[in-house]
């Protein structure tokens, strides 16, 4: 079954760096678009970072210049760069991808999500 992986979560300081993964278990052929989420505990899912394909992408005001969405292709994989991260920044993030692989079959899938912990 076609999946997404998600890695790269774990504990920084504030002011640190982390840089999220999701890695499709399938070659990709094109990518139509990324949307990163991320739940806090207590809190509702909100919108990290989205990028449509040959896009800049956006992000919410508190978010817009620190996290950015990029792609490896040899990979199968893209990512989420998240700079200048706050404590208010943890939480449980979430990718979504809506991708086709080279059998021609479009998929619109989420990640497990991984863990982002910022400590003040």
């Known amino acids: 079954q076609v999946h997404l992986v998600e890695s790269g979560g774990g504990l920084v300081q504030t002011g640190g760096s982390l840089r999220l993964s999701c890695a499709a278990s399938?070659?990709?052929?094109?990518?139509?678009?990324v949307t990163w989420y991320r739940q806090a505990p207590g809190k509702q899912r909100e919108l990290v970072a989205d990028?449509?394909?040959?896009?800049?992408?956006s992000s919410p005001d508190s978010m817009k210049g620190r996290f950015t969405i990029s792609r490896d292709g040899a990979k199968d994989t893209v990512y989420l760069q998240m700079n200048s991260l706050k404590p208010e920044d943890t939480a449980v993030y979430y990718c979504?991808?809506?991708?086709?692989?080279?059998?021609?079959?479009?998929?619109?899938?989420w990640g497990q999500g991984t863990q982002v912990s910022v400590s003040s």
């Open positions: 399938e070659r990709i052929s094109s990518i139509n678009a």
């Open positions: 979504n991808v809506d991708f086709t692989v080279y059998g021609g079959v479009r998929y619109d899938l």
């Open positions: 990028a449509a394909s040959g896009g800049r992408g």
